[in-house]
């Protein structure tokens, strides 16, 4: 990539300065099938590793993307678009998958409703007929949901769905309404085709903060108080509001996770800069050379470095007489 | 800090106990005079790092040595925290032949500046040695000899403008360069120190072993060897065969020579005909690559070393595509495929239902 010239300021005058951006070297990619469950393990693995050689890391992780959702939406494109984030994706197996809904306790029957009849909509009365539904990556991962939703702390809490087939490792899209803050379901990444509904609104931001920082969260609103009000209290990799997971898709957003979702950026240019070191160089010539940089220091150039250095042109014409006489 | 705080960070300072009176000056003014609910001093050495280690950061910044900064991400891996690495390394210091006496002199001076006038070598951006080539080399080192001379005096023991060193380990291990007979004999120049007074001269060494420590660890001193070339071009791969220092440093007209070495040398920062000021410049990014660290900081390269850059997408419920949604048919696949190849023609075909 072509230099970068940067301005220059008076104590470098006269130069040139330019950021020239280098290639670090050999990286290594360590790419997930599409992230592993208890990435934050792994990233605590591949980070103490890289510790040993000082090798810089970039960490995408995951976490349980939030997604509220307030009555003032357009129900039917926001049940469509919830759906396409999760089990449009992979069956809920991408880091960037709605994890758990939080929505108003009189509103969430229609919502519930509305992601009942599009599910069907998109994926038929028998889910495991359709071939839209991805099946679940491999036996472990289809053990671990299983132990989702067997917890007996959501055994009355699943809604809708909830078939499972071994044989096939397939999990039907499944929800369930308010499973308890302590149970595996909400203290756990999902990755999984299991959606809690969580009908806390009035503590939506609460929810939201007592977990790790996610990767992405989302929010439907039309209400534009509400919206600015989230965007500057929710800290996560990323945000959408009304949709969820297409943020991806645009390459002038940086995208990775802060805190437990991550650290660094990539997509577009930054992944570029991911993989750059921003060299700085300064170029000089050999005239201007100032006398009270150099050694002794005497009282007199100490003042006038004084001088320069807060502004004070009248002190620097008195020292720069007192000097020259 | 200023950079931290900018952005909106709480900031715990834990300045380095080697040189504790200004430690505990800025453990002194930073209460008087900053928010001492979100910003504090802990001053300590290594048990107190240790316990602030233990402890969950969003994002540590370390600066010191490369073995301390393992110690240091190795910690913050536990918790996932983000660093930044601001490390040392030897600084190389490529002298052209300069011909010209007032710009001999002015690259002298700028050597000795940074060199000797930064702490006496202490400093990680301090001139470690120079490359010069064979024939230029006495030119070079009397023009330093006169140079020295004029800053600090005939004994600089006296001058009030020369710092010591920090404390013993750090003169000893200087001094052992100095005992080491292969390193000894190589001194053109000063040699003379006083452990009582923590004081070693400025020093000259000219070509010691390459195997030697001094040209193997980081000097951090006032010892200063110049390392001779058959030709200047040779010090770009001299430099490359080492780990990836701080900055790199060049004196030179020519034009070529400056550009090769912009582009075939990689270092933190790198200046021309100069030494230490880029640091003074806040455009441009101050910080490591490879050994020398990752990360930067200076102006809004700081703001940005403590922030997260939050992407954030808004969207209308207005208009909604369907042929995102399930149940995915030939045609909906179809005409993806034709919009993400910006195949306008097929897919208004598509669209107006006369192609399948």
Known sequence: MTPQKVSTNITVFPSSAEIVPEPLGAALIISAWNYPFCSGKIGRIVMAAAAKHLTPVTLELGGKCPVIVDPTVDLEVTARRIIAGKWGCNNGQACISPDYIITLESFAPKLIDALKVTLEKFFGKDPFQSADLSRIVNFSHFARLTRLLDDPKVSDKVIYGGQRDEKRLIIAPTLLLDAPMDSLIMTEEIFGPLLPIITKMEEALEVVSSLPKPLAAYLFTKDKKFERQVVASISAGGMVVNDTAIHLANHHLPFGGVGESGMGAYHGKFSFETFSHKKAVLYRGFMGDLMVRYPPYTTRKQKIVRCLLTGDFLGLVYALIGWNS | ?356
């Open chain 2, 1 to 356: 800090m200023i950079g931290a705080i900018a952005a909106g960070n709480a900031v715990v300072l834990k300045p380095s106990e080697i040189a504790p009176a200004t430690s505990k000056l800025l453990a002194t003014l930073i209460p008087r005079y900053l928010d001492n609910s979100v910003i504090k001093v802990v001053e300590g050495g290594i048990a107190e790092s240790t316990q602030l280690l233990e402890h969950k950061w969003d994002k540590i910044f370390f600066t010191g040595s490369a073995r301390v900064g393992k110690i240091i991400m190795s910690a913050a891996a536990k918790h996932l925290t983000p660093v930044t690495m601001e490390l040392g390394g030897k600084c190389p210091t490529i002298v052209d032949s300069i011909l010209n006496k007032k710009e001999l002199v002015v690259t002298a001076k700028r050597i000795a500046f940074g060199k000797w006038s930064t702490n006496n070598g202490q400093a990680c951006l301090s001139p470690d040695y120079l490359l010069v080539g064979e024939k230029f080399a006495e030119t070079l080192i009397e023009a330093l000899k006169r140079t020295i001379e004029r800053f600090f005096g005939e004994d600089p023991s006296t001058s009030g403008d020369i710092s010591r060193i920090v404390n013993q380990n750090q003169f000893l291990r200087l001094k052992k360069y100095l005992e080491d007979p292969s390193i000894a004999q190589s001194v053109v120049y000063g040699g003379k120190y006083d452990e009582s007074k923590l004081y070693i001269q400025p020093t000259i060494l000219l070509d010691p072993p390459l195997t030697s420590e001094i040209m193997n660890d980081e000097i951090f001193g006032p010892l200063l060897p110049v390392i001779t070339l058959k030709r200047i071009e040779e010090s770009i791969d001299f430099i490359n065969s080492r780990p990836k220092p701080l900055c790199i440093y060049l004196f030179s007209n020519n034009k070529d020579l400056k550009e090769r070495v912009a582009s075939e040398t990689s270092s933190g920062s790198l200046a021309v005909n100069d030494t230490i000021i880029q640091f003074a410049l806040d455009t441009l990014p101050f910080g490591g690559v490879g050994e020398s660290g990752f990360g930067m900081s200076h102006g809004k390269f700081s703001f940005d070393t403590f922030s997260h850059p939050k992407g954030i997408l808004y969207r209308g419920l207005f208009p909604d595509f369907t042929l995102r949604y399930p149940p995915w048919n030939e045609f909906k696949l179809g005409f993806v495929k034709a919009f993400l190849q910006f195949d306008y023609f097929n897919l208004i075909l598509l669209w107006l239902g006369l192609k399948k």
